[in-house]
């Protein structure tokens, strides 16, 4: 079975920092690139960051770039996502998914939470 | 931020057709294909048309996608009390480099 099971949220205080893991099974994870999705309360689906299969390649939105590292470790089949310097707004459930270019984010994790608030 | 522009909600009675719309630039819906997500709070966002037009294995034929130059949208028919629910269009974007999601629909069956 296809399964990306994610970890590492909680709360953390505004200026800390996190590593959010995304564990893969059911497919041969270095083939596929993959991306971190987030949602705030209230709010809708944000893009935050992908990676290339290989991870050579990494691309992330504009209100996370140079606080957060995507990066992952294909002989663990894990993707991660650090996350430092964290803000308020960063307060959001984070959801990975394997990421199929043109044919779409076509299987996702659960979810973890991020609470940010001292 | 969102760039792409869905109306904030959509409705209609069981068995009509319900139409969402995606409105993008020429760096993302112009240039790249559109994939729609079906979103249930608290739950992991589905795949439910990639390509702009194809469906996922699973994904009944009552779910339809298109495009049009800078445009998408997403046609329910058939509705049912189970199509309530978050809709997201997607695209990749070539002027940011990423992804950009759509502002969020909220479907909801009279």
């Known amino acids: 079975e296809v399964q990306l099971l994610v970890s590492g949220g909680g709360q953390v205080q505004p200026g800390g920092s996190l590593r959010l893991s995304c564990a893969a099974s059911g497919f041969t994870f270095k083939n596929y690139a993959m991306t971190w999705v987030r949602q705030a309360p209230g709010k809708g689906l944000e893009w935050v960051s992908a990676i290339t299969g290989s991870g050579v390649t990494s691309y992330y939105a504009d209100s996370v770039k140079g606080r957060f590292t995507i990066s992952r470790d294909n002989s663990k089949n894990t993707l991660y996502l650090q996350v430092n310097g964290l803000t308020a707004e960063d307060t959001a459930v984070y959801y990975c998914?394997?990421?199929?270019?043109?044919?779409?984010?076509?299987?996702w994790g659960q979810g973890t939470t991020v609470t940010v608030s001292s | 931020q969102s760039v792409l522009t869905q109306p904030p909600s959509a409705s209609g009675t069981p068995g009509q057709r319900v139409t969402i719309s995606c409105s993008g630039s020429s760096s993302n819906i112009g240039s790249n294909t559109v994939n729609w997500y079906r979103h249930l709070p608290g739950t992991a966002p589905k795949l439910l048309i990639y390509s702009s037009n194809q469906r996922p294995s699973g994904v009944p034929d009552r779910f339809s996608g298109s495009k049009s130059g800078t445009s998408a949208s997403l046609a329910i028919s058939g509705l049912q009390s189970e199509d309530e629910a978050d809709y997201y269009c997607s695209a990749w974007d070539d002027s940011l480099k990423g992804y950009v999601f759509g502002t969020g629909t909220t479907v909801t069956v009279l």
């Open positions: 998914a394997k990421d199929n270019g043109d044919d779409g984010m076509d299987v």
